[in-house]
């Protein structure tokens, strides 16, 4: 698996508070399966000293899980908040992945502005891809089947949480993946106890509930995909998966 939205160096946002907390999590998403991370810092704002700070903590990060012998490849990004400036995310020099991609905070969370649509067709002219974080925290956009489908086919592309299969968002975060409407899934893990870095649990849900395929496509083939900065068939599927294909994916395990 490959993990798509986490926090985990230490002392720069509300993730880890030091090298201690940052190596546990790193320990706890290798033995539950992760193989690469994507370390998604917030960023509030363009402010040059941060990024500084931010490259040179990943830096320190990557030589210290190699020290540990821990085997998990990192990726630096960053959870960028909704706001000005967005257009200049590329010059900035953290942020984006594949050369293109970011993942977006719709600010502040569970609201979702009546502008979101102009500001993505804005990024899409400056060759940016914005992927929106954690969509199941905004109940105006995930009830509104609708409108995703608009943003998708806008070129956005739509992150969930993996708790969200586990809790009671559950109902709504498989129906959005039935739907192709979650590309990709990551732990926004924080800390290891209250917010760990794990994903193996909500993977076994989507594969028994979806089939292996719509599993390994979020948790593993988009996210590699991405990555790499290559593109992505984002089509959503219009209608929901009927109800005895469902039972067919179960019986066979696929």
Known sequence: MIDMHCHLLPGVDDGPRDWDESLALVRQGAEDGIRAALVTPHLGELDPERAEVVKRKFSEL????????INMRLILGAEVAFGLGLERLNEFGVGTFG??????????????????????????????RPVLAHIE???GLVDDT?????LV???????VNAEAFLRKQAKTALKLARMRLVHIVGSD??????????MAEAY?????????RTAERIFEEVPEALLSGKDVDLEPVAKEEKIFRRIVHRLRGT
């Open 137 to 139: 925290r905004y109940p």
């Open 204 to 212: 076994r849900v989507v594969k028994w509930e979806l089939g292996a």
């Open 62 to 69: 990557v030589g210290r899980v190699r020290e540990e012998g």
């Open 99 to 128: 050369g293109r991609y970011f993942l977006l905070e719709l600010l502040p969370l569970g609201f979702v502005s009546p502008s979101l649509e102009e500001v993505l067709f804005n990024l899409q002219l400056k060759g940016l």
């Open 146 to 150: 609708e409108r995703l489908e608009k």
């Open 189 to 198: 893990a924080h800390d290891p106890r209250s917010r760990p870095m794990r």
């Open 153 to 159: 086919r806008m070129r956005a592309l739509l992150q």
